[in-house]
T-cell receptor, first 115, second 111 residues
């Protein structure tokens, strides 16, 4: 399935590095999300963009910086991360129709290791 | 108290068994409920939405009990391919976007 793609799939970085995660959705959706999934913990919502405007920012440290240049693309810029930031970062998209929550479709995730 | 609480399992059952998972949620104002499935090292995928009247999709039945704030998922005639982690998901009040995920219940179906 290629509805939501993410690159890279795996990333190892040092604490002083700067890297970016990329997400692209091919579903014609207008909302995109970043989630963090750590081992044995539930998915945590990080950011939500609807119509390219950020609508949710869940007290995420400033070392994570999202960017949504258009409704199909979403980036997560990373800098000076900590080892505890090691996790699976999942992108998702949905179609916001102004009603209740719509089904979110997830990408395969980027597995990040911070050394 | 966790917002969405699930028994982590694992539930280890033979093929053909019936297995049920429960999930409790803390926000009585939540309006939408879902079960997602996540295979090992894969992304979550929607299994089914949970409606007030309950709903069934083949071997899967979901029920909602608002008074007790719990959601259940029943799987009949388990298949090997049902082995996965099942995530209970609840929306946050007044939000179209914010879904609260449980940590998941792991199911292992053995031959």
């Amino acid at each position: 399935e290629t509805g939501v793609t993410q690159t890279p799939r795996h990333l190892v970085m040092g604490m002083t590095n700067k890297k970016s995660l990329k997400c692209e959705q091919h579903l014609g959706h207008n909302a995109m999300y970043w989630y963090k999934q750590s081992a044995k913990k539930p998915l945590e919502l990080m950011f939500v963009y609807s119509l390219e405007e950020r609508v949710e920012n869940n007290s995420v440290p400033s070392r994570f910086s999202p960017e949504c240049p258009n409704s199909s693309h979403l980036f997560l810029h990373l800098h000076t991360l900590q080892p505890e930031d090691s996790a699976l970062y999942l992108c998702a998209s949905s179609q916001d129709r102004g009603g209740g929550p719509e089904t979110q479709y997830f990408g395969p995730g980027t597995r990040l290791l911070v050394l | 108290r966790k917002e969405v609480e699930q028994d982590p399992g694992p539930f280890n059952v033979p093929e053909g068994a019936t297995v049920a998972f429960n999930c409790t949620y803390s926000n009585s104002a939540s309006q939408s409920f879902f079960w997602y499935r996540q295979d090992c090292r894969k992304e979550p995928k929607l299994l089914m939405s949970v409606y007030s009247s309950g709903n069934e999709d083949g071997r899967f039945t979901a029920q909602l009990n608002r008074a007790s704030q719990y959601i259940s998922l029943l799987i009949r005639d388990s298949k090997l391919s049902d082995s996965a982690t099942y995530l209970c998901v609840v929306n946050e009040e007044d939000s179209s976007y914010k879904l609260i995920f449980g940590s998941g219940t792991r199911l292992l179906v053995r031959p």
